[in-house]
C-alpha cells in the first residue's frame, strides 16, 4: 500500500504567509522560507506555496522567493499561482520547485495543462481546483481564487484535466476551507475513487481525527492543511504517530 503524505500549504501575499477562513480574513502567519525548513525538520512530507494573489493582480509568482525555499529544504515543494506558460514553469523548475500548480490559468486555457505534460511531464504537473458546495448539492469549480463562480462541476473539471495530462489534484473546498470541521470526504472520496491520480484534500482539517477519516473514508492519498501547522495547534511529528496507531501507513 502507498504511503498516505502530509502535507503543508503555505498561502503567499506580498512575500509572507498568510491565512484565512472561507478564504477571507487573511491574517499574517510568518516568514515562508523559515517556516518550510521548520516543518521539513518536523518531518513533513511535502510542501505547497501558493501566491493568492498572483493571478489577481497579474503578477508571476516569485522565483527568487523559490530559490530561497529549495536552498532551505529537502523535500518535494509545489508551487503555484499565477503560471500561465511553459516559461512561467520552467523557471520555477529552474530554481528549484519539484512540481507546479495549475488552477485559474488552466480552467481558462486547458490546453496549457497538455502543454505543460509534454514539456514536464505528468508527474510535474498539480490541477488545483477550488470547489463549492452549493444549494442544489452540486460541488462547482472557482476560480480567481474563490472569488468567481463557473458552471462547471467539480468533478467534470478534474476528469477532464487528468485526460489533458495533469498527474495530481489539489482539491480545496470552500466550504470547509479554514473551518477545522473536518475535511470534505464526499468530493475527496468520488474523486479519489474514481479517478487514475493521486488526490490531495484541502480544507477542513481542524484536529488529528480529521486526517484519520479523510485517508480511511475520503479515500484521499494525501491531506494538506495550513493554519494548525502554522499556529502550532497540531504538531507534525504527533500527527504522524497518532496515524500510525490508526493503522494508516505513513513515513515516520
Known sequence: MLTKRIIACLDIRDGRTVKGINFENIRDAGDPVELGALYAQQGIDELVFLDITATIEKRKTLSELVNRIAHKINIPFTVGGGINSVDDVRVLLNNGADKISVNTAAFRNPDLIKQLALEFGSQCVVLAIDTKQEADGEWYVYLNGGRLKTDAKCYDWAKKGIELGAGEILLTSMN????????????????????????????????????????????????????IFHFKEIAIPELKRYLQNEKIPIRI
Open 176 to 227: 470547509h476551507d479554514g473551518t477545522k470541521s473536518g475535511f470534505a470526504l464526499d468530493i475527496t472520496s468520488r474523486l479519489a475513487e474514481q479517478l487514475p491520480v493521486p488526490v490531495i484534500a484541502s480544507g477542513g482539517g481542524g484536529k488529528m481525527e480529521h486526517f484519520a477519516d479523510v485517508f480511511k473514508n475520503g479515500r484521499a492519498d494525501a491531506a494538506l492543511a495550513a493554519s
